[in-house]
């Protein structure tokens, strides 16, 4: 099956830094690379999202690039503001169905 | 907050004892999931459900077991032959089960082992 390594785990920058944070997969087949936030004490929320037919999506201050033959995705952050602290999971999906498997996630924090 | 929503907050389960965690979502979605969330080890997929009466394993199934009789609800049971429940649970549902669909979470429930 489908295996999503993520990093770094923790992750610290100064307000107004730029953040990246990594996620490897190791099936080719998978087509669909999604991010999700998770604010301390709250739900999962889906932040940007990717398919494989594209190199690199922008929304505000947040991007995405995929690497295919590399195998690989990135999570970019602008500008980080104290409101991006969070949890950040990356994950990735075969196909077939929306059976997503989750990279263990990185704890990013904005400092003052 | 509302949507899908997760009952009780907090759950406490005695030895040998099997647990039931709600889930209940009026997005009119079909599919439905059960996560589980470990610290440092992200989420992990327990049991899918595609639409209603139907249900899959998901990639660490065993003690666990589910319904879907309603389209609205997907309970969880934890069973004593889960040897480690303690965690953090959370259940999601999507529009359908399709490939790119958003997952809509809800808000969790720790369970913790008495």
């Known amino acids: 099956g489908e295996n999503v390594e993520q990093h770094p785990s923790t992750l610290s920058v100064q307000e107004g830094d730029s953040a990246v944070i990594k996620c490897t997969y190791s099936d080719s087949a998978s087509n669909y690379f999604p991010w999700y936030k998770q604010e301390l004490g709250k739900r999962p929320q889906l932040i940007i999202d990717i398919r494989s037919n594209v190199g690199e999506k922008k929304d505000q201050r947040i991007a995405v690039t995929l690497n295919k033959t590399a195998k690989h995705f990135s999570l970019h952050i602008t500008e980080t503001q104290p409101e991006d602290s969070a949890v950040y999971f990356c994950a990735a999906s075969p196909g077939g169905g929306n059976k997503l498997t989750f990279g263990t996630g990185t704890q990013l924090k904005v400092e003052l | 907050d509302g949507g899908i929503t997760q009952s009780p907050k907090y759950l406490f389960r005695k030895e040998g004892q099997n647990v039931t965690l709600s889930c209940e979502q009026n997005l009119n979605h079909d599919a439905m999931y059960w996560y589980r969330q470990d610290p440092g080890q992200g989420l992990r997929l327990i049991y899918y459900?595609?639409?209603?009466?139907?249900?899959q394993k998901g990639d660490i199934a065993e003690g666990y077991s589910v319904s879907r009789e309603k389209k609205e609800s997907f309970p969880l049971t934890v069973t004593s032959a889960q040897k480690n429940p303690t965690a953090f649970y959370l259940c999601a549902s999507s529009l359908q089960w399709i490939t790119n669909e958003k997952l809509f979470f809800g808000s969790g429930t720790q369970l913790s082992v008495l």
């Open positions: 459900s595609q639409i209603v009466n139907d249900f």
